[in-house]
């Protein structure tokens, strides 16, 4: 079955509209694009709750920084909607143009780091449609955006935030599925969706690995053989990590040190090794069940994040 492609806010709506209108549930996986296996197992999710499935695929940016690899995000959407059309079961492709409208960027590192005590220079937003009536409204999540990857990343949560409540809006969908890869994302979405009362039920589907424990994410097509295999000392060091938890190993200082040792020795550089409580994303003081460690770290030019949740028995 070839997916639907719809471009526009208006026909997205009005298709989902009259799905439900036949008393059928409508799933949507939000996406970037350049379609994984990880991608596909959420959208088999999607498939197990609902009768339909839409996928939007948007490189939104508003969650990159003037800094960051908005230009150089991997596309392919012919490619995209081949492998859709491959494994079946996605009724639509939401791929908007007018999603946002910033206009000239205003907004200054001050803006954003006003309740995030950080003062790095990566605040400013990636301008959209210069010229246009400038977007100004934000949804942020204000506790949990601003550890882990909210610390080198300001604009992120603000802007997946944003943008993940525009499609919610626009798709209407029972069930929305995210990736636990993305583990604060996942628990961004599912505060805001419950303090803004939104009518859907938020999934997060497990993480997917290469056979050989890479995380999988649409910026490894970046790395270079070698780092790519440097890159494995991510997934190596979290699985350790489970091990020594479940053998006993309580300190969280201990755990946390031997991960950030095991990276830097394969040439890897930290952005961030934390042992943090799985619901609230606070800093934990001994490793107990309910526990997640997550990894942010750099190989070369790509920056990649990991987590492992650790619920000892
Ligand atoms: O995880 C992603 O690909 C993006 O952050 C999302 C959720 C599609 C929002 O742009």
Same mark, same amino acid.
């Given at each position: 079955?070839?997916?639907?492609?719809?471009?526009?806010?208006?026909? !997205?709506?009005?298709?989902?509209?009259?799905?439900?209108?036949?008393? #059928?549930? &409508?799933?949507?996986?939000?996406? !970037?694009? +350049? @379609?994984?296996?990880?991608?596909?197992?959420?959208?088999?999710?999607?498939? #197990?709750?609902?009768?339909?499935?839409?996928?939007?695929?948007?490189?939104?940016?508003?969650?990159?920084?003037?800094?960051?690899?908005?230009?150089?995000?991997?596309?392919?959407?012919?490619?995209? /909607?081949? #492998?859709?059309?491959?494994?079946?079961?996605?009724?639509?492709?939401?791929?908007?143009?007018?999603?946002?409208? +910033?206009?000239?960027?205003?907004?200054?590192?001050?803006? /954003?780091?006003?309740?995030?005590?950080?003062?790095? %220079?990566?605040?400013?937003?990636?301008? =959209?449609?210069?010229?246009?009536?400038?977007?100004?409204?934000? $949804?942020?999540v204000?506790?949990?955006?601003?550890?882990? =990857?909210?610390?080198?990343?300001?604009?992120?949560?603000?802007?997946?935030a944003?943008?993940v409540a525009?499609?919610l809006?626009?798709? *209407?969908?029972?069930?929305a599925?995210f990736?636990?890869?993305?583990?604060?994302?996942?628990?961004v979405i599912q505060r805001m969706v419950r303090d803004l009362d939104f009518a859907v039920k938020v &999934?997060?589907?497990?993480?997917?690995?290469?056979?050989?424990?890479?995380? !999988?994410?649409?910026? %490894?097509?970046?790395?270079?053989?070698?780092?790519?295999?440097?890159? @494995?000392?991510?997934?190596?060091?979290?699985?350790?990590?489970?091990?020594?938890?479940?053998?006993?190993?309580?300190?969280?200082?201990?755990?946390?040190?031997?991960?950030?040792?095991?990276?830097?020795?394969?040439?890897?550089?930290?952005?961030?090794?934390?042992?943090?409580?799985?619901?609230?994303? *606070?800093?934990?003081?001994?490793?107990?069940?309910? $526990? $997640?460690? =997550?990894?942010?770290?750099?190989?070369?030019?790509?920056? @990649?994040?990991?987590? !492992?949740?650790?619920?000892?028995?």
């Amino acid at each position: 079955m070839e997916p639907k492609i719809i471009k526009t806010k208006d026909e !997205m709506r009005a298709w989902s509209r009259s799905i439900r209108s036949q008393g #059928k549930t &409508i799933g949507l996986v939000p996406t !970037m694009g +350049y @379609l994984h296996h990880g991608h596909l197992s959420l959208i088999t999710q999607a498939q #197990k709750h609902t009768h339909h499935v839409v996928v939007s695929i948007y490189v939104n940016p508003g969650q990159f920084a003037v800094t960051e690899d908005l230009s150089t995000y991997p596309t392919d959407f012919h490619g995209d /909607i081949q #492998k859709l059309k491959s494994i079946g079961g996605v009724d639509v492709v939401f791929n908007p143009h007018d999603l946002y409208d +910033y206009g000239v960027n205003t907004t200054t590192t001050e803006d /954003i780091n006003i309740n995030n005590n950080n003062n790095n %220079n990566r605040g400013e937003t990636v301008s =959209c449609l210069e010229g246009e009536t400038r977007h100004e409204t934000w $949804v942020r999540v204000e506790g949990l955006e601003k550890g882990l =990857c909210g610390k080198s990343r300001p604009v992120f949560f603000r802007g997946v935030a944003t943008v993940v409540a525009k499609l919610l809006n626009i798709v *209407e969908p029972d069930v929305a599925v995210f990736g636990k890869k993305d583990y604060q994302q996942w628990r961004v979405i599912q505060r805001m969706v419950r303090d803004l009362d939104f009518a859907v039920k938020v &999934i997060g589907s497990e993480l997917t690995r290469e056979e050989d424990g890479l995380a !999988m994410s649409s910026r %490894n097509v970046h790395l270079s053989p070698q780092e790519r295999d440097q890159a @494995l000392s991510i997934s190596r060091a979290l699985f350790e990590a489970k091990s020594a938890a479940n053998k006993g190993e309580k300190i969280v200082g201990g755990l946390r040190r031997s991960v950030i040792e095991s990276i830097e020795a394969a040439g890897g550089k930290i952005d961030y090794v934390e042992i943090v409580d799985q619901e609230s994303l *606070e800093a934990v003081e001994e490793i107990k069940n309910g $526990v $997640v460690v =997550c990894v942010a770290a750099w190989f070369g030019k790509v920056r @990649l994040i990991d987590n !492992m949740e650790i619920d000892v028995l």
